[in-house]
């Protein structure tokens, strides 16, 4: 195939727009570039400079696949399941009426979501009555932290924790290289609430939530759980023991916008107006949304009871071993520590121009992964999670995640090293 008749082709193929235009401008300009460099050769083939040779493989790649962009940000956000889409489509139809009201529709969409509520506490292990839906782990976290003034929170919590107890009277539970916050001591004090997360956002690191709970038992501390990761992705069996426990719908493939709270009967709400909730969150529930969570967390579930972590697990650990092998200089982050089957946090090699981003050059190659921070050079901070492991500002400024989701394969796991390695071309790192 001529370079021009592969240019046309390749163009032809991103107009689909399932293809994100970050990645069909930088393949359509790669192989441009390719049939310029072809247009001052007299004869023979070209010499393709080194830079460009990843553009051209992955254009043809695309070109004969017609593979869509390979999302690795699950960790961000869950693409909505088909259970959870006809759940809510469902609901729409069934249940339009406010729950609240006193009519035969409001009553029928007041039971639905009761039995919901029965369905959640079911797999959480805790009453109904001590669920609440809010609007996600955010909310959830915020009406927590509002009730209490001397707290300890672990220094790697999402910022929906960590800003919500500016201006209290707080200290932070460290973390060791590894990603695993130290046990609670409250030798020479004792907070109120103690608030550390079931496993990290960033590096997916596994936290002692259970071994942190029993020692706030002992010493009769309150504990939230911001279970955000962890539900969907590992039994939740066992969470309702905690005094607070914070979930959202889209991390496992619910919609967005909807989460939930554990707390007790008598928890005095953070958003007031009216009665829904028991008097704990005012404000007309989301019948559907919260239907389609529980839906969704339903499957996910099931899923985990019929083994189906084992696999994933050993595509995330076949992926590590290959990624560290191929580059010199790279690291995985918590290695050592227990992680979410579907996170990997590494650190990239060291390149000649810190302005190029790796997550920008993996973008225009055709796969959605996330970063912890901008460069040490530029405005943004780095990560407070890569801080607190230790991490230099210059490492954290080349860390990306790669955090997959239920329907990753092996062959998107292959095809993510594949893509790194071109990234890694690209920016001049050499390859082992």
């Known amino acids: 195939m001529c370079a021009a008749r592969l240019v046309r ?4 193929v991103f107009v689909d727009k399932s293809i994100p235009t970050s990645a069909s401008e930088g393949i359509a300009l790669g192989v441009r570039k ?8 007299q004869s023979g083939a070209p010499v393709l400079p080194e830079s460009l040779r990843s553009h051209i493989a992955f254009a043809v790649t695309l070109t004969l696949t017609r593979r869509p962009v390979l999302y690795f940000d699950h960790n961000a956000t869950h693409p909505l399941s088909e259970t959870a889409k006809r759940a809510w489509l469902d609901a729409v139809e069934k249940f339009p009426a406010n729950p609240s009201s006193p009519h035969r529709a409001g009553q029928r969409a007041d039971a639905a979501l009761q039995n919901a509520r029965r369905r959640l506490a079911v797999l959480l292990g805790c009453g109904a009555d001590e669920i609440v839906f809010t609007s996600g782990a955010t909310e959830s976290a915020n009406a927590v932290m509002a009730q209490f003034e001397d707290v300890a929170v672990s220094a790697i919590e999402h910022p929906c924790v960590i800003e919500s107890v500016r201006g209290k009277s707080a200290r932070l539970l460290p973390s060791a290289a590894t990603g695993v916050v130290a046990l609670p ?4 004090r004792t907070p109120h609430l103690v608030a550390l997360m079931a496993a990290n956002n960033e590096t997916g690191v596994l936290q002692p939530w259970r071994e942190t709970l029993a020692v706030c038992r002992e010493h009769g501390v309150k504990f939230f759980c911001d279970a955000a990761q962890w539900i969907g992705r590992m039994p939740a069996a066992g969470l309702g023991a905690c005094d607070f426990v914070s979930g959202c719908a889209h991390k496992f493939g619910g919609p967005q916008g909807v989460g939930f709270l554990k707390c007790p009967a008598n928890f005095p709400p953070l958003l007031r107006g ?4 028991e008097g704990r969150r005012a404000g007309t529930e989301n019948v559907a949304g919260v239907l389609a969570m529980v839906a969704a967390l339903e499957e996910r579930e099931a899923a985990i009871r019929d083994g189906a972590l084992d696999a994933r697990l050993k595509w995330r650990e076949e992926f590590e071993r290959q990624f560290t092998a191929a580059l010199p200089g790279a690291r995985v982050l918590g290695a050592s520590a227990a992680r979410l089957w579907n996170t990997v946090s590494v650190i990239m090699p060291e390149t000649a121009d810190c302005r190029r981003r790796w997550v920008v050059v993996m973008d225009r190659l055709g796969f959605a992964v996330s970063t912890g921070s901008a460069c040490a050079s530029g405005k943004e901070k780095p990560s407070h999670v890569l801080t607190a492991m230790g991490v230099s500002p210059q490492d954290a400024g080349r860390a990306l995640r790669f955090s997959a989701g239920w329907g990753t394969t092996r062959e998107d796991w292959r095809a993510l090293l594949d893509g790194v390695k071109a990234a890694a071309r690209e920016m001049g790192v050499a390859l082992a």
């Open 9 to 12: 082709h390749i163009e032809r």
């Open 34 to 41: 390719f049939a310029a460099v072809r247009r001052k050769r």
């Open 185 to 188: 001591d409250f030798s020479e």
């Open 274 to 277: 009216g009665p829904q909730e």
